[in-house]
């Protein structure tokens, strides 16, 4: 679980030509759990995107803008291309806002695309104040590491 700024958004076939891949680039500010280091920049994985005159809406899967600040829960693609991928699709990204002098709220994916709730979680409210959302992560981590189901 990493809090970042998405840094470069690339899409391109795959090499059979019948998908499109989008690869964000993250640059780690702060790491709520796991071992990536937080001054490094990771690679995320997800299909769908535009690449010509071709677009490829994956339902429900994420999609990155350029500069976007997130909070992602990630799962290593097991293809060891050390690229990783959201857990849960939609669900485990956040994107953050910071309007006026406010505390900075985090939204989940499907919120920020449709304005409104649309995927079923059990944990975690849709939109939150970014630090709330820090603190349910971390407590969620903490369950986890000892031994309780997510």
């Not at 499109?20 to 500010?29: G, H, M, N």
């Not at 006026?100 to 995927?119: K, L």
């Amino acid at each position: 679980m990493i809090r970042g700024h998405v840094t470069g958004v690339q899409s391109a076939w795959d090499g059979q030509h019948r998908a499109i891949w989008t690869t964000a680039t993250v640059a780690i500010e702060e790491v709520l759990r796991g071992s990536l280091n937080p001054t490094t920049s990771i690679q995320v994985k997800e299909v769908g995107g535009s690449v010509g005159d071709y677009t490829i809406k994956a339902e429900g899967f994420p999609t990155f803008r350029q500069d976007e600040e997130v909070v992602l829960l990630l799962q290593p693609w097991e293809d060891g291309s050390g690229a990783y991928h959201v857990w849960g699709y939609g669900r485990g990204m956040f994107v953050v806002s910071h309007r006026d002098n406010r505390a900075p709220t985090a939204a989940r994916y499907d919120v920020v695309e449709t304005g409104r709730a649309t995927m079923l979680t059990d944990r975690l409210a849709p939109e939150a104040v970014l630090d709330q959302l820090s603190r349910e992560l971390r407590g969620l981590a903490r369950s986890c590491d000892a031994g309780a189901s997510p």
